[in-house]
């Protein structure tokens, strides 16, 4: 069994975001094996070319191994009065640490801020395993001492079905915060700003894809 997650990048044809699709999203779990939980993301960034989507839906699955493409597809034409375009990227977990008494279990509180960050470090075997230490025994440290900070799930891209609209990379962390965080302050540059990062950052072969979310249901 391999855990992992669905990041389904929405483009609802009504302005109004998920207020239309509360039919769609049900049929969702229905038809995806293994779905725990989901979240309702609306973006707290700027949506352009680069990133184009306004609204995600974060599946969290069981096994993604045994998601079918032809299940994720059937969702898409189901919704083909619904939304103008989606991607739907599928992703294997490779780590999750979170604080002690936080509930994982269920959808997280409203206005929580989610904070994804698509990395490509060379794909060198050697470069990897540094990417995965410096993130195992510095990077995660680091942000764990973030002021709101409560989850933070690290996956590996497998795939996307869909309209590939939006940037994916083959690496992607996922942070959860209090809507009031330390985000931007002295504990979180301590996490961007060492020397092992910048040494990260250098290996890697494309720009990090960096999406800012809140949750809204």
Known sequence: MAPGCIVAYLDPKDASGFSNLTQWLLAIADTLP????????EATDVVDEEKPYRYEYLIYVNDIDVVEDQKIESLRS?????LNKSDW?????ISFDKKPDFDTSTTPPLDMQLVQVGM??????SNIADYHNWYKTEHMPFL????GWQVGNRYEFLRSVGDKAEIVRPFLAAHLYDKNNGLGGPEWRKSVDSEYT???QRSCVE???RRTWKVVG
């Open 34 to 41: 293994g779905v725990q939980f989901t979240v309702q993301l």
């Open 78 to 82: 189901l919704a083909s009065g619904l």
């Open 89 to 93: 990227n599928l992703f294997r977990s």
């Open 120 to 125: 490509a470090p060379n794909p060198e075997p």
């Open 144 to 147: 764990a001492e973030v002021p």
């Open 198 to 200: 910048k040494r990260i």
């Open 207 to 209: 720009p990090n894809h």
